[in-house]
C-alpha cells in the first residue's frame, strides 16, 4: 500500500502542528489501522494558507495522483487540504476519480465509506465559515481603525508618501502606525489638476492637458480621464471643516472625526472588487493636513455629478460596427474601438470611426494610427473576404462547425455533471436537517448513487475519443454560408448587423488596421494565415 502524508502550516513554528508532528501522526494513524505493509511519501508546504491550493508541494502531490501513484491521502487534519470549499470539493473529486482515498486522522474520516464522504462535505462547509466568520471579524476591526483616520496602507494616494511613526498609548506602551505625509512635488501636480479641472470642467480636457506637456502619474502613466475623476473626488486632498462634513452626509457617506483642516480618508468603498453601497462607505478625519479649500473641492464634487448625469456614451453599440472585438492596431497592437462622430448631413444618422485604444487614452502621445469609418474599413473587410479563395473559406468555415459541434458535446458532460453534483450538494445540507436515521438513511443512498452517476460521467468524458464522435454536418448549409460571407455586399440590405457580425466573428479571429498604408491583415479563427 502506498500512502501519500501531506502536511501544511501557515506560519513556521516548532510547536503544536508543526509539519514534522503532523507528518508522525499521520504515519503512527497508518500503522495502528493496517496491517499490510506501507509506503510513505511526504509533501510538506512550510508558511503557506489554507485560503486557495496554489502551493508548490501540494500541486506536485496532485500531479502524482492524477498518474495513479497511490491508494490513499492522509493528512492531520482536514483544513490543510484547503478552507476553501470549492478547492475542497475539487480535490476530493480528483481523488476519487483517481481511486484515491482521502483519510483526515483529526476528524476520523475516511472516504472509502458513503457517510465518511458525506461528513467530509459537511465538515468542509464549517472549515469555510470559521475562515469567512474571521474575514469578517478582520474587515469589522479595520473599519473600527478607520474611524480613528488612521492610514491602513495600500497605494497611496497622488501628492503622498506612506510613513511609519512610534507613539504611545494611554498605558505609556510603545505603538506603531501609518500616516500619509505631504509630497511636495507630487502635490503641487494635484493642485494643476483641481485648477484645470475647476477652469474646464471636464476629465477629458485635463488629461489631455497633461498629456500634452508629457505629465505622468506617479506610477510612471498618463493620467488618463478615469484617473483625474479618481483625484478629484477623493476626499484625502480637502481642508476638513463644517461644510465638508455636511457634503458627505448630504451623499450618503458616513463621516467620523472632528473637522479641523485635515484631510479625509475613506474606507469600506469596494469589496472584492465590487463597489459597495455609499451608505456603507466611511470618510474619516486623518491625522495628514488637507490641501484643497472646502469651497474649491465641493464646487468640484457638484460639477462631477453635475456632467456624470448628462454625458452621452460616445462608443458604439455592437449593433452599429462589424469589428468591435477583433479590431487591433498595426502601430501598438492595442484593440480598437468605434466611436460615435458627428451627425451626417447626407444620411441624417451618426457616423462612428475606429480608434486604438492606446491613442485614444494618451491622446496620440505614444500611438499615431489614424482612425478609420467604420463603414469604410468594414466593406473593405468585407470585400477582401469576398476575393478570398472560395474552396479555402469553405473548408476553414467546415473546420469551425466541427470544432463548435464538439465543444458543445464537452459542455453537455460538463453540464450533466454539475446538475448531479449540485444535488449531491443540497442533499448533504439536508442531511445535518435529518429529524431520524431512516431519513438520513435514504438521503445517504441518493447521496452515493448519484455519486457513481458522477464518476460515470467523468469517466466517459475522460475517455472517449472526441475526434470519434460522429459529426454531422451539413456541406450544403456551409456552402449557403459561405456564399452569404462571400457575397455579403450584394446581400446587405437582406441581412443585419447582428446576423453579419455574428457570421464574420465565426471565422475572423482579428483584424489589423494599417493607417499609413490604408490596409487591413486579416486572421481566420484557428490560423494566423493572412488573406491578404
Given at each position: 500500500m502506498k500512502v501519500a502524508i501531506y502536511s501544511r502550516k501557515s506560519v513556521f513554528t516548532g510547536k503544536g502542528e508543526s509539519i514534522e508532528n503532523q507528518i508522525e501522526l499521520c504515519k503512527e494513524y497508518c500503522n495502528r489501522n493496517?496491517?499490510?505493509?506501507?509506503?510513505?511519501?511526504?509533501?510538506?508546504?512550510?508558511?503557506?494558507?489554507?485560503?486557495?491550493?496554489?502551493?508548490?508541494?501540494?500541486?506536485?502531490?496532485?500531479?502524482?495522483?492524477?498518474?495513479?501513484?497511490?491508494?490513499?491521502?492522509?493528512?492531520?487534519?482536514?483544513?490543510?487540504?484547503?478552507?476553501?470549499?470549492?478547492?475542497?470539493?475539487?480535490?476530493?473529486?480528483?481523488?476519487?476519480?483517481?481511486?484515491?482515498?482521502?483519510?483526515?486522522?483529526?476528524?476520523q474520516f475516511d472516504t472509502s465509506t458513503p457517510m465518511g464522504r458525506a461528513m467530509v462535505y459537511i465538515s468542509s462547509v464549517f472549515a469555510q465559515l470559521e475562515r469567512e466568520t474571521i474575514a469578517e471579524r478582520v474587515r469589522d476591526n479595520m473599519v473600527q481603525l478607520a474611524k480613528t483616520g488612521r492610514w491602513l496602507g495600500g497605494i497611496t494616494p497622488l501628492g503622498f508618501d506612506s510613513e511609519r511613526i512610534i507613539y504611545y498609548d494611554e498605558n505609556f506602551k510603545e505603538r506603531s502606525m501609518s500616516k500619509l505625509t505631504v509630497n511636495d512635488s507630487e502635490m503641487e501636480l494635484v493642485k494643476e489638476i483641481y485648477e484645470l479641472y475647476y477652469e474646464?470642467?471636464?476629465?477629458?480636457?485635463?488629461?489631455?492637458?497633461?498629456?500634452?506637456?508629457?505629465?505622468?502619474?506617479?506610477?510612471?502613466?498618463?493620467?488618463?480621464?478615469?484617473?483625474?475623476?479618481?483625484?478629484?473626488?477623493?476626499?484625502?486632498?480637502?481642508?476638513?471643516?463644517?461644510?465638508?462634513?455636511?457634503?458627505?452626509?448630504?451623499?450618503?457617506?458616513?463621516?467620523?472625526?472632528?473637522?479641523?483642516?485635515n484631510g479625509y480618508l475613506s474606507y469600506n468603498k469596494a469589496r472584492n472588487g465590487i463597489e459597495t453601497d455609499i451608505e456603507t462607505w466611511i470618510a474619516a478625519v486623518s491625522r495628514h493636513e488637507g490641501i484643497i479649500d472646502s469651497d474649491k473641492w465641493i464646487a468640484v464634487q457638484k460639477n462631477r455629478?453635475?456632467?456624470?448625469?448628462?454625458?452621452?456614451?460616445?462608443?458604439?453599440?455592437?449593433?452599429?460596427?462589424?469589428?468591435?472585438?477583433?479590431?487591433?492596431?498595426?502601430?501598438?497592437?492595442?484593440?480598437?474601438?468605434?466611436?460615435?462622430?458627428?451627425?451626417?448631413?447626407?444620411?441624417?444618422?451618426?457616423?462612428?470611426?475606429?480608434?486604438?485604444?492606446?491613442?485614444?487614452?494618451?491622446?496620440?502621445?505614444?500611438?499615431?494610427n489614424k482612425n478609420i469609418n467604420s463603414q469604410k474599413i468594414d466593406k473593405l473587410v468585407l470585400n477582401e473576404l469576398e476575393t478570398y479563395d472560395k474552396e479555402y473559406l469553405k473548408t476553414?468555415?467546415?473546420?469551425?462547425?466541427?470544432?463548435?459541434?464538439?465543444?458543445?458535446?464537452?459542455?453537455?458532460?460538463?453540464?450533466?455533471?454539475?446538475?448531479?453534483?449540485?444535488?449531491?450538494?443540497?442533499?448533504?445540507?439536508?442531511?445535518?436537517?435529518?429529524?431520524?436515521?431512516?431519513?438520513?438513511?435514504?438521503?445517504?443512498?441518493?447521496?452515493?448513487?448519484?455519486?457513481?452517476?458522477?464518476?460515470?460521467?467523468?469517466?466517459?468524458?475522460?475517455?472517449?475519443?472526441?475526434?470519434?464522435?460522429d459529426i454531422s454536418v451539413d456541406i450544403d448549409q456551409i456552402e449557403i454560408l459561405n456564399d452569404l460571407l462571400t457575397n455579403m455586399l450584394n446581400t446587405i440590405d437582406k441581412v443585419d448587423y447582428t446576423e453579419k457580425r455574428k457570421l464574420l466573428h465565426s471565422v475572423v479571429e482579428e483584424v489589423i488596421w494599417n493607417g499609413k498604408g490604408y490596409t487591413v491583415e486579416i486572421n481566420l479563427i484557428g490560423s494566423k494565415k493572412k488573406l491578404i
Open positions: 493496517y496491517d499490510e505493509k506501507i509506503e510513505f511519501v511526504v509533501y510538506e508546504d512550510e508558511g503557506f494558507s489554507g485560503g486557495n491550493i496554489n502551493r508548490p508541494q501540494f500541486k506536485a502531490m496532485i500531479k502524482d495522483i492524477k498518474a495513479k501513484e497511490y491508494d490513499a491521502l492522509i493528512c492531520y487534519r482536514l483544513d490543510r487540504i484547503s478552507r476553501n470549499v470549492a478547492d475542497f470539493s475539487a480535490t476530493l473529486e480528483l481523488l476519487q476519480a483517481n481511486n484515491c482515498d482521502f483519510i483526515s486522522i483529526k476528524e474646464l470642467k471636464s476629465a477629458t480636457q485635463v488629461s489631455k492637458r497633461l498629456a500634452d506637456k508629457r505629465i505622468k502619474g506617479k506610477r510612471g502613466g498618463f493620467l488618463n480621464s478615469s484617473r483625474i475623476l479618481d483625484i478629484i473626488s477623493n476626499p484625502a486632498y480637502v481642508k476638513s471643516d463644517k461644510k465638508t462634513h455636511e457634503y458627505l452626509k448630504s451623499i450618503g457617506i458616513n463621516v467620523f472625526g472632528e473637522s479641523n483642516g455629478h453635475k456632467m456624470k448625469g448628462s454625458q452621452i456614451k460616445a462608443v458604439a453599440s455592437k449593433s452599429e460596427t462589424l469589428l468591435n472585438g477583433i479590431l487591433k492596431c498595426s502601430v501598438c497592437g492595442s484593440k480598437m474601438y468605434a466611436k460615435k462622430g458627428k451627425l451626417s448631413p447626407v444620411t441624417g444618422k451618426h457616423n462612428y470611426y475606429y480608434i486604438c485604444s492606446k491613442k485614444d487614452s494618451q491622446f496620440g502621445v505614444t500611438c499615431d476553414h468555415l467546415l473546420s469551425t462547425a466541427k470544432n463548435f459541434k464538439r465543444n458543445l458535446t464537452e459542455n453537455n458532460f460538463i453540464e450533466l455533471i454539475n446538475e448531479k453534483e449540485s444535488q449531491i450538494g443540497n442533499l448533504v445540507k439536508n442531511l445535518s436537517l435529518a429529524p431520524n436515521p431512516e431519513v438520513s438513511g435514504y438521503i445517504m443512498n441518493e447521496i452515493t448513487k448519484l455519486q457513481s452517476e458522477v464518476q460515470n460521467l467523468k469517466e466517459k468524458q475522460k475517455n472517449c475519443d472526441k475526434d470519434s464522435y
